[in-house]
């Protein structure tokens, strides 16, 4: 006879090795109320211990991935806007003080934080990645466009390449 809670867990008895007694109701009492670490109730510890671990190894990273979408949304509303990426800090200072509790969790520690200017560009490569893909779906499945080109060059004496592009898409 065989605990499948203890073979589960991997504790090492007598119901994980095979019983060598006689079945008896005194048997399995004994497995039940035994104490140390090979016994019953350490192998539902065990089991117990793994399951809280992945819930709050599921809870830890849903936290992670809302607080992140949180600040990827206040990126997006600032490039809406025309807002400098310094303000990534105070915007998400603001909404913490408004009660969007989520901004809490990219604060790491005193060190690290998801307001950084390269945190901001990282952001804002995924947000275009995925602008990108979707202007992309969405022309291959359009039978017109234009394209508009236009360069120019800002202070700084950087060239920027402006592309328009004008579409007629039905959602079919």
Same mark, same amino acid.
């Given at each position: 006879?065989?605990?499948?809670?203890?073979?589960?867990?991997? &504790?090492?008895?007598?119901?994980?090795?095979?019983?060598?007694? &006689?079945? /008896?109701? +005194?048997?399995?009492?004994?497995?039940? *109320?035994? /104490?140390?670490?090979?016994?019953?109730?350490?192998?539902?510890?065990?089991? +117990?211990?793994?399951?809280?671990?992945? /819930?709050?190894?599921?809870?830890?990273?849903?936290?992670?991935? +809302?607080?992140?979408?949180?600040?990827?949304?206040? %990126?997006?509303?600032?490039?809406?806007?025309?807002?400098?990426? *310094?303000?990534?800090?105070?915007?998400?200072?603001?909404?913490?003080?408004?009660?969007?509790?989520?901004?809490?969790?990219?604060?790491?520690?005193?060190?690290?934080?998801?307001?950084?200017? /390269?945190?901001?560009?990282?952001?804002?490569?995924?947000?275009?990645?995925? &602008?990108? +893909?979707?202007?992309?779906?969405?022309?291959?499945?359009?039978? $017109? $466009?234009?394209?508009?080109?236009?360069?120019?060059?800002? %202070?700084? %004496?950087?060239?920027?390449?402006? %592309? $328009? &592009?004008? $579409?007629?898409?039905?959602?079919?």
């Amino acid at each position: 006879m065989f605990c499948s809670i203890c073979e589960n867990s991997k &504790v090492s008895n007598s119901f994980t090795s095979g019983c060598t007694t &006689v079945l /008896k109701k +005194e048997s399995i009492d004994t497995h039940l *109320s035994a /104490k140390g670490p090979s016994s019953h109730k350490a192998a539902l510890m065990i089991i +117990e211990n793994g399951n809280d671990m992945a /819930k709050a190894r599921e809870k830890s990273v849903s936290k992670s991935k +809302e607080s992140i979408l949180s600040a990827m949304r206040n %990126v997006m509303f600032m490039a809406e806007h025309d807002l400098p990426n *310094s303000l990534l800090s105070d915007l998400n200072t603001l909404c913490l003080q408004q009660g969007a509790e989520q901004f809490k969790d990219l604060l790491l520690d005193n060190h690290t934080s998801y307001t950084h200017n /390269k945190s901001v560009q990282e952001f804002q490569a995924a947000i275009a990645a995925t &602008v990108r +893909e979707d202007l992309r779906q969405r022309l291959s499945q359009s039978e $017109y $466009y234009s394209i508009l080109l236009d360069e120019s060059t800002d %202070v700084s %004496v950087d060239q920027n390449l402006i %592309v $328009y &592009v004008r $579409y007629i898409f039905c959602n079919r």
